[in-house]
């Protein structure tokens, strides 16, 4: 699964506070978003790699993005699954879990 797999590669990097939302039954935009945090501009920009990467070499594909590390938020759209990257703080401020609460968890890894 495409998801899942974005899942284990932001867990490589050490990604914090990971989420998997299903959004199917919500919205037609995307079927899933995954949320991760990091601690740094430096690990934010290895968990941007690492995702960029990973699904190019694996899957052919390629995001829209929006942000930027140093922002603390990045937005990767693959059109099926968003995926996104925040530094701690934003990740608190804007609380997209919450916003999506109606959407199911399918993984969380702390």
């Known amino acids: 699964m495409f998801a899942q797999r974005?899942?284990?590669l932001v867990e490589d990097?050490?990604?914090s506070?990971?989420?998997?939302?299903?959004?199917r039954e919500l919205n037609a935009f995307a079927d899933?978003?995954?949320?991760?945090?990091?601690?740094?501009?430096?690990q934010l920009k290895a968990i941007l790699a690492a995702v960029e990467e990973g699904v190019e070499q694996e899957f052919k594909r390629h995001a829209r993005a929006e942000g930027t590390s140093d922002t603390g938020w990045v937005l990767l759209d693959y059109d099926d699954v968003?995926?996104?990257?925040?530094?701690v703080a934003l990740r608190d401020y804007y609380r997209l879990e919450r916003l999506?609460?109606?959407?199911?968890?399918?993984?969380v890894v702390q």
């Open 6 to 8: 974005i899942v284990e």
């Open 17 to 23: 506070d990971i989420v998997m939302l299903d959004l």
């Open 82 to 87: 968003v995926v996104h990257i925040f530094s």
């Open 32 to 42: 899933y978003f995954v949320l991760c945090s990091g601690e740094s501009d430096r």
């Open 100 to 107: 999506w609460s109606k959407a199911t968890p399918v993984v």
């Open 13 to 15: 990097k050490q990604a």
